[in-house]
């Protein structure tokens, strides 16, 4: 069996990795990853005939070469060959979790540090115990500093993350209703995101926390270091100025700068903001650097997008949803001075036995605010006795949006991955 340190010398020659045939390119190794529906053991020719340079496969093959590397588990290989990595890599690594805002968070501070330094990221959202290794194997000898993101719908999740990522560095964005099936509650959510602080606590590393919010401030204790950001109290304060389409940010203490205007939607949007601020004065950026790359941030992939379409403006927000990050965006737009509002939300996903009930609190919620029209989407929104208009899919909301015919209108779109929202717009 191979040793790690023999893979590595392998993979120092040809430092790409791809687990995905599909995407393969001359030169990469192929990881023949294997899941409940899928087993990369079984492509390894093509593989080959796509250019690859060596497989890794933790299956016999019927064909004997060189190139062909058989190991005990392919998963916990490329894991072992990431920390290995890793740990030539002296450089700070920032690692992120929460249960919203991780990746705009993620986004906005990878923008701030690339101003300045070689910063590697998590891309798109490759958060997971497949996409971080992956990431890490990315990272090149020229990196200066690199940013990770880490999702988690279970505990223990996070702290197996740790453990080849080694983090320096780290932000709980916020904890909130998320996950709550697989961590058994919000208690387990707590506690499962609190696996990075923990980690930190052990190995002296180092805390970005939003100090407005008292369980980080508990979550954090013990921790060496902590720099602290906030709409008050803290090292970093800035508060929401007054803007109707995007985000304003009045900075108050920590730098020099005074507003700085993003193309965020959304109040709720002020901690990542404020949270990219700290880590780039904490690393030295200059401020208008930070303003610049905070001003000049687009955010895509249905993630708190501003679309205007004819006459109508529409918040395209339908990248993620849960309980937190649902009632963060319709108090925000409920805030708004536009007439003509009108809510798509699409049901959220992985609550669990509190699924019903945290359908119920948001039509609660809804019932709060006056709409010009409420249209609701699939899963545990359909099993809720409500006044609105309720849908089975994107696909009919689709067909809804187009016969209805808006004119001067403000719509947000939200809801769960699996809903697919963004394609009532496609």
Same mark, same amino acid.
């Given at each position: ?23 393969? *390119? ?18 390894? $020719?093509?593989?080959?005939? *796509? ?12 064909? #004997?070469?060189?190139? =062909?590397?058989?190991?005990? !588990? ?9 920390? %290995? ?55 090149? $000898? !020229? ?10 719908? %279970? ?18 964005? &916020? ?41 980080? #401030? ?11 950001? /906030? ?27 005074? *507003? ?5 939607? /959304? !109040? ?12 780039? $004065? ?52 409920? *805030? ?22 945290? %359908? ?5 919620? =809804?019932? $709060?605010?006056?709409?010009? @029209? ?8 359909? @099993?809720?006795? &409500? ?5 089975? &899919? ?22 769960? #991955? ?9």
């Amino acid at each position: 069996m191979i040793s790690i340190e023999e893979l590595y010398k392998i993979y120092q020659l040809f430092p790409s990795i791809q687990t995905d045939t599909r995407q393969l *390119k001359q030169g990469d190794i192929f990881f023949a990853l294997k899941g409940d529906n899928f087993n990369g053991n079984l492509f390894v $020719k093509q593989a080959f005939e *796509k250019g690859a340079a060596y497989a890794v496969v933790d299956e016999e093959q019927t064909e #004997r070469s060189e190139k =062909i590397i058989l190991v005990g !588990d392919v998963l916990t290989t490329m894991q072992q060959l990431a920390k %290995h990595h890793r740990m030539q890599l002296n450089i700070p690594f920032i690692a992120i979790t929460g249960s919203n805002g991780k990746t705009t968070t993620k986004e906005l501070i990878h923008a701030v540090l690339s101003s300045t330094y070689k910063a590697y990221t998590t891309q798109g959202n490759l958060n997971n115990h497949i996409g971080i290794p992956l990431t890490i194997l990315k990272i090149k $000898k !020229d990196a200066e500093i690199a940013v990770i993101e880490m999702g988690a719908n %279970h505990l223990k999740e996070i702290e197996g993350y740790c453990k080849y990522a080694l983090p320096t560095h780290a932000i709980i964005t &916020n904890v909130g209703k998320a996950h709550l099936e697989g961590f058994g509650g919000p208690e387990g959510v707590k506690k499962g995101k609190g696996e990075l602080f923990d980690f930190l606590r052990v190995n002296n590393g180092i805390a970005f926390a939003m100090w407005d919010y008292d369980y980080l #401030r508990e979550m954090s204790k013990g921790i060496s270091t902590i720099i602290k950001y /906030g709409t008050h109290d803290a090292d970093i304060t800035g508060i929401a100025g007054k803007s109707e389409t995007f985000l304003e940010v009045e900075m108050t203490k920590g730098t020099s700068l005074k *507003k700085i205007s993003t193309k965020l939607v /959304g !109040d709720y949007n002020l901690p990542n903001v404020l949270s990219a601020v700290a880590v780039g $004065k904490y690393f030295n950026v200059e401020d208008e650097k930070i303003k610049s790359a905070l001003e000049n941030y687009l955010p895509s992939n249905s993630r708190s997008q501003m679309i205007e379409k004819d006459s109508n403006k529409i918040i395209l927000d339908a990248y993620n949803a849960n309980p937190s990050s649902m009632k963060a965006a319709i108090e925000n737009f409920a *805030k708004s001075n536009a007439d003509n509002k009108i809510l798509m939300l699409g049901a959220m996903a992985e609550l669990g036995e509190e699924s019903l009930e945290e %359908h119920k609190n948001i039509i609660n919620l =809804i019932s $709060k605010y006056n709409w010009s @029209k409420v249209i609701l989407v699939g899963g545990d929104f359909l @099993k809720t006795s &409500n006044p609105y208009t309720t849908l089975n &899919n994107s696909s009919e909301a689709k067909e809804w949006l187009q016969k209805e015919k808006l004119q001067n209108a403000s719509v947000l779109i939200k809801g769960s #991955r699996s809903m697919q929202m963004e394609k009532i717009l496609g």
